[in-house]
């Protein structure tokens, strides 16, 4: 199976602009992305959590009826959005489920977010009643927690470093190799937050160019649609892909 590109967003648009959003998004697609990812929060929620002020999150908590319109303007062959959603909050997870138009490309979390079990529970259930793709994300030192989840063969386990910008030596792909034999039949991603130097052979293409096994089904790299935003967001440091690197990534993993 081709290994699929995700674009992710992140707070990489001009805060509080339902078109910067959208401009985003089709960017994305157009530089090459086959499907792109959202941050979707409860901006006060999510900063208790983090330990940080809610002015630094709330410019780009995306309002549930913007994201199903987002959710319906990106469509793919299948009839499913183009759009995956990251959550971090179960009962949030919930309520947008209940309004959405169109069902998103896919729903990820991460292993070390806050109240894990919860959020794995009814992620699994989401997943498991409308057929929605699930995708995990981990650190590499992180253990493979399957219980909370009832379908993980249905998982794809992301391999992901959270810091901003990633050294490439933390990327290890004996990890991989690792997830995939703890739970044979799954399928791996990577989550990739290395930065980026146009005299750096990218970590996509030195990985997906020589190894072949484990099979790679996804690679998520940051892209920043708008060069103006550099600097101005969380999420536009040099881990962020413009659009001309962005497109350089897409040829690289769909060779």
């Known amino acids: 199976m081709p290994t699929k590109l995700i674009a992710e967003i992140g707070t990489n648009w001009h805060p509080g602009k339902k078109y910067s959003l ?5 960017k994305a697609l157009e530089c090459g992305a086959d499907l792109v990812k959202l941050q979707v929060f409860k901006a006060d ?3 208790k959590r983090r330990g940080c002020a809610v002015s630094d999150l709330k410019p780009w908590a995306i309002p549930i009826n913007w994201l199903d319109e987002i959710l319906s303007d990106f469509v793919g062959d299948n009839g499913r959005s183009l759009v995956g959603i990251s959550v971090f909050d179960a009962m949030h997870l919930m309520v947008m489920s209940s309004v959405w138009n169109v069902l998103p490309a896919f729903i990820k979390s991460a292993t070390q977010e806050y109240q894990y079990a919860a959020l794995a529970d009814t992620m699994s259930d989401a997943s498991d009643r409308l057929d929605i793709p699930l995708i995990v994300s ?3 030192d992180a253990p493979l927690v399957v219980g909370n989840y009832s379908s993980p063969l249905k998982i794809t386990w992301m391999l992901c470093i959270p810091r901003y910008p990633a050294p490439r030596s933390a ?3 004996k990890r991989l190799i690792r997830m995939k034999n703890e739970l044979p039949g799954c399928c791996v991603g990577v989550s990739d937050h290395t930065a980026y130097h146009p005299d750096f052979i990218p970590l996509a293409e030195s990985w997906l160019s020589v190894h072949k096994e484990p099979a790679i089904s996804c690679w998520e790299k940051h892209f920043c649609y708008d060069e103006d935003l550099r600097a101005n967001t969380p999420d536009s440091g040099s881990w962020a892909l413009g659009v001309e690197s962005f497109k350089r990534l897409a ?5």
Do not use: G, R, S, T
């Open 22 to 26: 959208k401009a985003a998004v089709a």
């Open 45 to 47: 929620l999510l900063a």
């Open 138 to 140: 981990m650190p590499p």
């Open 171 to 173: 990327y290890d792909l």
């Open 251 to 255: 040829e690289i993993v769909h060779a």
